[in-house]
């Protein structure tokens, strides 16, 4: 034990230590931790290695790590000992109280200067609270969203660090080192203050519900409305991959269509449709709720996970409740480019939604972020890595206070390729009783996001009515009565004295 925080906390320093050799540490040996570790090994750092259950590191070194530059620690004084200072240490637990629990645990054996990761899948108002809390103490905190599961920890995954930007040089190679490439680029940059790295993590892992739903509202129309096979479904997805929808979600689709079960039948088929969720498409939603941001396609897939998990009572309703018989008449093959076109554009407002989610919280949170980066971080392994990643990160690029995805003229042009047969789609899916919830909602979207004039004028005038809420005059109408931004109340029936408005401060 060493350092102002152990003579601080009034622990006893132990006896001297052979000089440190960790160059990282990494606390969590389950299989997102035990991947990450062998992935830095493999990169020429020599990592520490702990586990709460500590038999697991023995096993780890005996087994995976073996002839690695893997070294075990069987204490946390023991792993704090054998990192070089300052010491960059890792924690890959399970998100919540663990967290905390280990950072009191290494508090009394660490320096101020040292640096704490958090890379479990906490939520972001936590990495802020830990990184002040951490920061009074002399300690840096990163909390940095991990993606790509197993194989992106061992072979590269996204990182997105946030937290004490001072701690971003002393773990830039590391990070960097291990991370996915994408056109040699590193898909990991420092993303900005506090839980920023959280937060866009948690937003990533929103739009991956919003990207999911929408490959399943297509296979949905083209299952049930168009009445296509397995094998032709794999095929579409199969050319899909070829344009600009080409993307992980999408090539593994393909490769789950065409998956037979031992007795040639689509397993996929045999599947319980009902949809599991761990909550972070549910903390974006929410969170876009508290920031009043219109993110209404990650809000559309969440509540379609929770449509689908009612199965009894869909199946009671099912046979209650009846609607149209789908009977597609028209050309397929033009249908299924519109289709694509449909998915694309639905996409590219998810994608546009996501960003006006992050931009407000910026704003709102007081924190830089680092908007060109952010795209480029989730182009390469991620679950969401996509070709269509590269658009939005130029876009970015050309223009990092760019207000909307939509404003740019790739997309711009893009969506408005796309818009007849995103309509056409949708209106068949209509009349054929297909719920397309994802597809439909990006479309409406669209279409309040592109009018001026909005009937909220009406809804206005209604809640000035039944409880006095007041309302502002357009500009154009204002006067002496009605002045431009004041709030006004109106007695709109006139009982009890004559029309009149009442005007408050501005
Ligand atoms: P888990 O989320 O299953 O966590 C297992 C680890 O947490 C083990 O090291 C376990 O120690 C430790 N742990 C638990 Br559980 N409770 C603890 C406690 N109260 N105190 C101390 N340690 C505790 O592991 P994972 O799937 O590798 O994920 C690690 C983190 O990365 C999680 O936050 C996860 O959400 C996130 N993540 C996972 C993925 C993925 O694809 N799996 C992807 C991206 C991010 P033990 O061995 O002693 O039980």
Request: one cysteine or more; aromatic letters at 10%; glycine letters at 10%.
């Amino acid at each position: 034990m060493s350092g102002p925080v152990a003579r601080l906390a009034g622990l006893k320093v132990g006896p001297a230590q052979s000089e440190p050799s960790g160059d990282f540490g990494l606390i969590g040996l389950a299989v997102m931790g035990q991947n990450l570790i062998l992935n830095a090994a493999d990169h020429g750092f020599t990592v520490v290695a702990f586990n709460r259950t500590v038999s697991k590191v023995d096993r780890f070194l005996e087994n995976e790590a073996k002839g690695k530059s893997v070294v075990g620690a069987h204490s946390i004084e023991e792993f704090c000992a054998k990192l070089k200072k300052p010491r960059r240490m890792m924690l890959l637990v399970m998100a919540g109280p663990a967290v905390d629990d280990f950072i009191e645990k290494l508090l009394p054996h660490i320096d101020a200067g040292d640096i704490i990761i958090d890379g479990g899948n906490s939520h972001y108002p936590d990495s802020n609270r830990r990184t002040k809390y951490l920061a009074e103490k002399g300690i840096r905190f990163v909390g940095t969203g991990v993606s790509g599961g197993e194989e992106g920890a061992r072979y590269g995954p996204s990182l997105m660090p946030g937290g004490n930007e001072e701690a971003w040089p002393y773990i830039k190679d590391i990070f960097q080192s291990i991370a996915a490439k994408s056109d040699g680029e590193p898909c990991c940059d420092w993303v900005g203050d506090e839980g920023a790295g959280h937060y866009v993590k948690m937003v990533h892992n929103g739009i991956e519900y919003g990207d999911m739903q929408l490959i399943c509202e297509a296979y949905d129309i083209m299952k049930r409305g168009l009445g296509m096979s397995y094998a032709e479904m794999g095929d579409v997805f199969a050319e899909w991959n070829k344009g600009v929808l080409d993307s992980f979600l999408i090539e593994i689709t393909r490769d789950v269509l065409r998956f037979n079960d031992d007795d040639g039948k689509p397993l996929v088929e045999k599947i319980l449709d009902a949809a599991g969720q761990k909550g972070t498409g549910k903390w974006t939603a929410i969170n876009a709720l508290d920031l009043g941001m219109p993110v209404t396609l990650i809000g559309e897939a969440v509540f379609a996970r929770c449509l689908s998990s009612i199965k009894d009572e869909r199946t009671r309703a099912s046979k209650l409740l009846s609607g149209p018989t789908p009977k597609f008449t028209g050309d397929k093959a033009t249908f299924l480019k519109n289709l694509e076109q449909g998915l694309y554009a639905s996409k590219i407002i998810s994608y546009a939604q996501g960003f006006m989610l992050m931009q407000t919280a910026a704003k709102q949170y007081g924190w830089k972020l680092n908007k060109p980066s952010i795209a480029l971080m989730w182009r390469g392994g991620c679950i969401i890595r996509s070709v269509f990643l590269k658009d939005i990160t130029s876009a970015y690029r050309q223009n990092p206070d760019l207000e909307n995805l939509l404003f740019n003229d790739f997309f711009n042009k893009a969506i408005h390729t796309a818009q007849p047969g995103w309509r056409d789609v949708i209106a068949f899916a209509v009349q054929s009783g297909i719920p397309m919830p994802a597809f439909s909602t990006a479309l409406a979207f669209f279409d309040g996001y592109r009018t001026k004039d909005l009937p909220a004028n009406l809804l206005q005038a209604q809640r000035d009515y039944f409880g006095a809420h007041t309302f502002q005059i357009k500009p154009e109408y204002a006067n002496d009565k009605f002045k431009v931004g004041a709030y006004t109340h109106v007695n709109w029936t006139g009982r009890g004295g004559n029309v009149s408005a009442s005007t408050y401060n501005a």
